[in-house]
């Protein structure tokens, strides 16, 4: 497991444990009901407080990503994988939605956004 | 859960100096950091927390129980460490450990032994001749042998090198590992606890400006950079302290939030550093 922290990212510490974490879980590197290190354990080893990996461990909790159990600690749930693609869609959708407003705003017509996309997605290749 | 450490309605008074209403409360498990300027109050705070000077008035808990009427009980249940340990510089490390252990009950001869080897501390080199990283190294090993189950520290990782700096802060990591401990400890190297701790106070001038979760404070403060004629008097009050110079200004805000809804574009608005968050407080507002 591979957790890589950014201590001069704009982003929050606990966020890039939740993203990367979630990232893990996606792609099948992180199997369901495999044990997690304990919060203390992931603080101590990644050098950042113990506040902060409880915040990310909270947080996938609540998107339903690992279960923590009392006295047992934590685990990957078990994940219905059509769900989670269903969720990263509805991500992407939202994400291109956002980007469909800024477009419509200085008046880009969808042949103009559809080249744009088709260009970047070619370049990210 | 009874917190670890307690503090209410501090006072003490000196002469030229008095520490007014501290306020703040450790629970189990966590590492909290204590900055300020010097001469704010950190060293004063801690030697009333351990009994060393008497206070004006307030309450100190320990375990839940008062510091003075439970001293001997809660001491033996704290390791301390203090800058310029005061050791006996003729006495070699294990003849200085004989020295101490009998004053505490639970006193581990192995543990310390194990600290002993860990460190690399010279057995029977004389405490005049350790460096000052060994001397802290020396101290620390004494703290951890008496399974203490909270750390108060003043000014640990001050003098020492960055490479020694990060050992004591992986053994401090590991002391938090049993959930039932804590570690308190004051220091003005703000870098060493934007890594580990979990909870900040600041003390300025005797008081403390606020006690709270270290994450929340780098979450919302945030550090304006901009143009001088967007600053004027009304725009002044937004801040917590501000430095202007011909070419510009920076400025420290409570909210990050609002500054970016103020302002928009017309600045750039950085994650503060807690050294920035400490530096802003303390000078204020100055052009």
């Not at chain 2, 705070?45 to 351990?50: E, Q, S, W």
């Not at chain 2, 206070?55 to 301390?80: A, P």
């Not at chain 2, 200004?249 to 750039?268: H, P």
């Not at chain 2, 994650?271 to 000078?283: A, G, N, Q, S, W």
Request: proline share 3%.
């Amino acid at each position: 497991m591979h957790i890589i922290i950014s201590n001069t990212s704009q982003v929050p510490i606990y966020e890039q444990i939740v993203n990367q974490m979630k990232n893990l879980i996606m792609n099948g590197e992180l199997e369901a009901s495999q044990p997690l290190p304990s919060i203390r354990n992931l603080a101590k080893e990644l050098h950042i407080s113990v506040i902060t990996t409880k915040r990310a461990y909270d947080e996938l909790e609540k998107e339903g990503f690992i279960v923590t159990m009392p006295g047992k600690g934590s685990f990957v749930a078990a994940q219905n994988t059509e769900l989670l693609r269903e969720k990263r869609m509805k991500f992407v959708e939202d994400k291109l939605c956002e980007a469909i407003q800024a477009g419509k705003s200085i008046h880009l017509s969808l042949e103009e956004l559809t080249e744009m996309l088709n260009l970047l997605y070619e370049e990210d290749n | 859960m009874e917190p670890i450490l307690e503090v209410k309605h501090l006072h003490k008074n000196f002469k030229d100096f008095f520490l007014r209403d501290i306020n703040f409360t450790l629970e189990k498990g966590f590492i909290m950091g204590f900055i300020g300027p010097n001469g704010s109050g950190k060293s004063t705070t801690i030697k009333l927390i351990m009994n060393l000077l008497r206070k004006d008035g307030g309450q100190i808990k320990l375990f839940g129980k008062d510091h003075i009427t439970h001293e001997q009980e809660v001491k033996n249940r704290i390791g301390f460490v203090y800058e310029g340990n005061h050791f006996y510089d003729e006495l070699t490390v294990t003849d200085m450990k004989r020295v101490i252990a009998p004053h505490y009950m639970n006193w581990d001869d192995p543990v310390f032994y194990k600290y002993v080897e860990r460190f690399n501390l010279p057995h029977d080199k004389k405490i005049k001749d350790l460096s000052k990283g060994m001397r802290m190294k020396f101290s620390l090993a004494i703290a951890l042998s008496h399974h203490a189950q909270l750390l108060i520290m003043d000014e640990p990782t001050s003098g020492l090198d960055p490479v020694i700096r990060y050992e004591l802060l992986e053994i401090f990591s590991e002391f938090i590992q049993d959930e039932n401990r804590s570690i308190f400890f004051s220091t003005h190297i703000t870098t060493d606890l934007e890594k580990i701790a979990d909870y900040i106070t600041f003390i300025h001038d005797g008081k403390i400006l606020f006690s709270q979760s270290k994450d929340d404070i780098l979450d919302h403060y945030g550090l304006v950079k901009g143009k001088n004629e967007l600053i004027d008097d009304d725009v002044k009050k937004m801040f917590v302290g501000i430095k202007q110079n011909r070419f510009g200004f920076e400025g420290l805000v409570i909210n990050r939030t609002n500054a970016v809804k103020t302002f928009g574009d017309s600045v750039v608005i950085e994650k503060p550093t807690l050294e920035d968050i400490m530096v802003f407080y303390t000078r204020g507002n100055e052009s």
